[in-house]
């Protein structure tokens, strides 16, 4: 599918809308037939795709600088490999058809099920390693999958997304199972995501991107931002502490969420962590510096101003009228405080540091909580130490979901140094609004039904067994038959009713109303002086037997009276109510 020349400004909408809806409905119809592959069939589509796209991986990061302008054409190879590689051999073996867990003393078995047609979104800061993994993880699911690129990536992500298309028909795959919007817009993107026929949304973008997934009615796995602190607590290896925040920061320009954003050291040490971090082509800044730096950085919306993302510390220092030493590969602020007094303590998506000293790791768990809550919120940060007592509280305390150890966040956080699931797409969970704080995998596009059989038998309570005992008992004769017993009828309290009817038939006289001489009488009543006793039960028989003779059946409140006999019997004026006044 070959991208489109831009359409005019006012059919641009509606072309994006169309496509949105036309490709929606095409993966749904792809859908059905998707979720009737077999785990054989569905893994070799998943190869076909991963071998297809590996080769290309160079060729797709030049695609990618050359248009967003971000980045580093070397780590984006390395960041497409990571995808094509690391994450299809991560998801490779994972059971995805049918019964895909079984536990055995728990007798539950476990059937997986695709979660839909998937709406994903890729950013243009990781714009082909995000939509490789993307594409493998959801036909991994056998999910249908219409992937919406940025605007100012389109062309790179369509490769991309168009080489794996094509493997995966080759491989047997339905049309439809793997496509892409051409012409992308805001509108177009919104309504991709609130069609009907999608299930689930993958966003990766700025945050107002990733709340319109939230608000768009659908299930959504959603990015927060990172701002990630690194702290380096006086027992680290300071030299390795050192280069890993250097090799994170600058990998790809910094352009990852899980990049280093701050340094956070121990006074005891924070010398020599300074000119650790010079002699790898650290520049700290003088005031200055940062001034100037801050001014062009960092936008009245406390963002990081689009045209300096992804680009080298050298071409930063350049745009913003600052001079550094030849080599640099980072410029780093010593910032006394955190928020908008401080604007570079925000996320910086480029090769941008803050940095802080504090006097011992519980100043320094502060001052990173600080750091996380302006604006990276359930992310990744990093400790390194060698004191597992300190490493453990930071592990307790601070509010993000990745927490790496002597590494560098940018590549900790994804799994490529750690033993965390491969992702490009980190859940923040509830701190970050997120519905997930895992790294995203196929097991996120699935769900799963369960059988689960009885390990333990039902035990009814004493009563319910007495009750059930006694229905299931021979059925005795009727003459051993003992009759239910009726609910008592509450004795009747406060004013006789006799002396009230002669009080309320006096006042009424008294005011010249008399009753109505047609009025129904009402069921006859025993008078105080019938010599007649109630029967204790009465069925239909005992009524025609009662009208034959031409005689009344005396009847009080523990009488039992079978249904058709009191219809018949109330229809033919038969019963008298004994112990109620005339």
Same mark, same amino acid.
């Given at each position: 599918?070959?991208?489109?020349?831009? !359409?005019?400004?006012?059919?641009?909408?509606?072309?994006?809308?169309? $496509?949105?809806?036309?490709?929606?409905?095409?993966?749904?119809?792809?859908?059905?037939?998707?979720?009737?592959?077999?785990?054989?069939?569905?893994?070799?589509?998943?190869?076909?795709?991963?071998?297809? &796209?590996?080769? $290309?991986?160079?060729?797709? @990061?030049?695609?990618?600088?050359?248009?967003?302008?971000?980045?580093?054409?070397?780590?984006?190879? $390395?960041?497409?490999?990571?995808?094509?590689?690391?994450?299809?051999?991560?998801?490779?073996?994972?059971?995805?058809?049918?019964?895909?867990?079984?536990?055995? +003393?728990?007798?539950?078995?476990?059937?997986?099920?695709?979660?839909?047609?998937?709406?994903?979104?890729?950013?243009?800061?990781?714009?082909?390693?995000?939509?490789?993994?993307?594409?493998?993880?959801?036909?991994?699911?056998?999910?249908?999958?219409?992937?919406?690129?940025?605007?100012?990536?389109?062309?790179?992500?369509? @490769?991309?997304?168009?080489?794996?298309?094509? @493997?995966?028909?080759? !491989?047997?795959?339905?049309?439809?199972?793997?496509?892409?919007? %051409?012409?992308?817009?805001?509108?177009?993107?919104?309504?991709?995501?609130?069609?009907?026929?999608?299930?689930?949304?993958?966003?990766?973008?700025?945050?107002?991107?990733?709340?319109?997934?939230?608000?768009?009615?659908?299930?959504?796995?959603?990015?927060?931002?990172?701002?990630?602190?690194?702290?380096?607590?006086?027992?680290?290896?300071?030299?390795?502490?050192?280069?890993?925040?250097?090799?994170?920061?600058?990998?790809?320009? *910094?352009?990852?969420?899980?990049?280093?954003?701050? &340094?956070?050291?121990?006074?005891?040490? !924070?010398?020599?962590?300074?000119?650790?971090?010079?002699?790898?082509?650290?520049?700290?800044?003088?005031?200055?510096?940062?001034?100037?730096?801050?001014?062009?950085?960092?936008?009245?919306?406390?963002?990081?101003?689009?045209?300096?993302?992804?680009?080298?510390?050298?071409?930063?220092?350049?745009?913003? *009228?600052?001079?550094?030493?030849?080599?640099?590969?980072?410029?780093?602020?010593?910032?006394?405080?955190?928020?908008?007094?401080?604007?570079? %303590?925000?996320?910086?998506?480029?090769?941008?540091?803050?940095?802080?000293? &504090?006097?011992?790791?519980?100043?320094?768990?502060?001052?990173?909580?600080?750091?996380?809550?302006?604006?990276?919120?359930?992310?990744?940060?990093?400790?390194?130490?060698?004191?597992?007592?300190?490493?453990? $509280?930071?592990?307790?305390?601070?509010?993000?979901?990745?927490?790496?150890?002597?590494?560098?966040?940018?590549?900790?956080?994804?799994?490529?140094?750690?033993?965390?699931?491969?992702?490009?797409?980190?859940?923040?969970?509830?701190?970050?609004?997120?519905?997930?704080?895992?790294?995203?995998?196929?097991?996120?596009?699935?769900?799963?039904?369960?059988?689960?059989?009885?390990?333990?038998?039902?035990?009814?309570?004493?009563?319910?067994?007495?009750?059930?005992?006694?229905?299931?008992?021979?059925?005795? %004769?009727?003459?051993?038959?003992?009759?239910?017993?009726?609910?008592?009828?509450?004795?009747?309290?406060?004013?006789?009713?006799?002396?009230? &009817?002669?009080?309320? +038939?006096?006042?009424?006289?008294?005011?010249?109303?008399?009753?109505?001489?047609?009025?129904?009488?009402?069921?006859?009543?025993?008078?105080?002086?019938?010599?007649?006793?109630?029967v204790a039960f009465v069925c239909e028989e005992d009524v025609r037997a009662a009208l034959k003779e031409g005689r009344k059946v005396v009847i009080d409140d523990k009488t039992i009276v079978t249904p058709s006999a009191r219809d018949l019997g109330e229809s033919q004026r038969?019963?008298?109510?004994?112990?109620?006044?005339?």
């Amino acid at each position: 599918m070959a991208v489109q020349d831009r !359409a005019p400004a006012s059919n641009r909408d509606l072309e994006s809308i169309a $496509q949105a809806r036309a490709l929606a409905v095409a993966a749904r119809q792809a859908q059905s037939r998707l979720a009737e592959l077999s785990q054989e069939q569905i893994d070799a589509v998943v190869t076909a795709m991963a071998e297809a &796209v590996t080769p $290309q991986a160079e060729a797709l @990061a030049r695609l990618a600088v050359e248009e967003t302008g971000y980045g580093v054409v070397a780590d984006k190879v $390395q960041k497409n490999l990571f995808a094509s590689r690391q994450v299809y051999e991560f998801i490779r073996p994972m059971k995805t058809v049918g019964v895909i867990n079984r536990i055995e +003393d728990r007798k539950i078995v476990e059937i997986g099920e695709p979660f839909g047609v998937v709406a994903a979104i890729v950013p243009s800061t990781n714009p082909t390693s995000t939509a490789i993994y993307k594409v493998l993880i959801a036909l991994k699911a056998r999910c249908a999958i219409v992937v919406s690129p940025h605007p100012s990536a389109v062309r790179c992500i369509t @490769a991309a997304v168009e080489i794996m298309a094509d @493997a995966a028909y080759r !491989a047997g795959a339905p049309p439809g199972a793997v496509s892409w919007m %051409s012409t992308v817009t805001l509108e177009g993107t919104q309504e991709l995501m609130k069609h009907r026929d999608v299930a689930v949304i993958l966003a990766t973008g700025g945050m107002g991107l990733v709340r319109a997934a939230y608000s768009s009615g659908k299930p959504a796995y959603g990015v927060g931002p990172g701002n990630a602190p690194c702290y380096i607590e006086r027992s680290a290896d300071l030299k390795k502490a050192a280069s890993d925040v250097i090799i994170g920061k600058t990998f790809d320009n *910094g352009v990852l969420c899980s990049s280093p954003n701050s &340094v956070v050291v121990d006074e005891a040490v !924070a010398e020599e962590i300074r000119r650790e971090l010079q002699s790898l082509g650290a520049h700290f800044m003088n005031q200055a510096e940062m001034d100037g730096l801050a001014k062009g950085l960092v936008t009245p919306q406390r963002l990081t101003h689009p045209a300096l993302v992804g680009k080298s510390a050298a071409s930063i220092a350049q745009q913003v *009228g600052i001079t550094i030493p030849e080599g640099t590969c980072a410029l780093i602020a010593p910032l006394a405080g955190v928020g908008r007094d401080y604007p570079l %303590s925000i996320e910086k998506l480029c090769p941008v540091l803050s940095f802080y000293v &504090v006097k011992d790791w519980r100043e320094g768990c502060e001052r990173c909580i600080q750091i996380l809550r302006y604006g990276g919120m359930g992310h990744t940060m990093s400790i390194h130490s060698k004191n597992e007592d300190v490493i453990l $509280q930071f592990g307790l305390k601070k509010p993000a979901f990745r927490i790496c150890v002597n590494t560098p966040t940018t590549h900790g956080s994804i799994g490529l140094t750690t033993g965390l699931d491969p992702a490009m797409t980190l859940g923040c969970g509830g701190w970050g609004g997120n519905i997930t704080s895992d790294n995203i995998s196929p097991r996120h596009l699935l769900n799963v039904k369960r059988l689960a059989y009885e390990i333990r038998p039902a035990v009814a309570s004493a009563e319910t067994r007495a009750d059930r005992i006694a229905t299931t008992r021979p059925a005795a %004769s009727p003459a051993e038959r003992p009759l239910p017993k009726a609910p008592a009828r509450p004795e009747p309290s406060g004013i006789p009713a006799q002396t009230l &009817v002669a009080k309320i +038939d006096s006042f009424l006289s008294s005011r010249g109303y008399r009753p109505p001489a047609e009025a129904d009488p009402g069921p006859p009543k025993a008078s105080s002086g019938q010599a007649q006793s109630p029967v204790a039960f009465v069925c239909e028989e005992d009524v025609r037997a009662a009208l034959k003779e031409g005689r009344k059946v005396v009847i009080d409140d523990k009488t039992i009276v079978t249904p058709s006999a009191r219809d018949l019997g109330e229809s033919q004026r038969v019963f008298i109510q004994a112990g109620w006044p005339n």
